[in-house]
């Protein structure tokens, strides 16, 4: 529990709470909104979406789907990435995430708690836990890499 004072501001701007992202679902989370706050960001798109101050709830799967999703090359620089890209990420999150839940759970809550046991959803993976087997979309076989401890799939010729 957390005690905030109306007097001190706004209880996002509460020093607990700052430093978190938002929910891919609610309206503020846009295109625009990630690509102002990754003008200055170097590390990997991927590990941006995982890192959770600019968005939450992005876990490992959803972000190697959505990248797919999107065309963008997990390892590309956050900052090199142009709006009209994140336009195509930010849909790509968000019809992953829908498609979670549609499968795994009444809420997002509800499918992160089962998240891994979920068999449905994993049943649609495009890239995620795919290693070596053939792209949905190419047929050239699924790349493993590392990226901050996490792994990461994708494919080199859908993925730039
Ligand atoms: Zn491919």
Known sequence: ????DNADGDIEEHT???GLGLEPLEDK??????HRQTRNRSAPIKQVLLAGDIVVGVGNIYASESLFKA???PKTAAGKISLPRYEKLVTAIRETL??????GGSSLRDFIAVNGQSGYFQQSYFVYSRTGQACRICTTPIRQIKQG???????VVCQR
């Open 149 to 155: 401890q996490r792994s990461t799939f994708y494919c």
């Open 16 to 18: 607990l709470l700052r």
């Open 29 to 34: 989370f846009s295109a625009r909104e990630l």
């Open 1 to 4: 529990m957390l005690w905030h």
């Open 71 to 73: 065309g963008i090359n």
């Open 98 to 103: 829908a498609a979670a839940i549609e499968q």
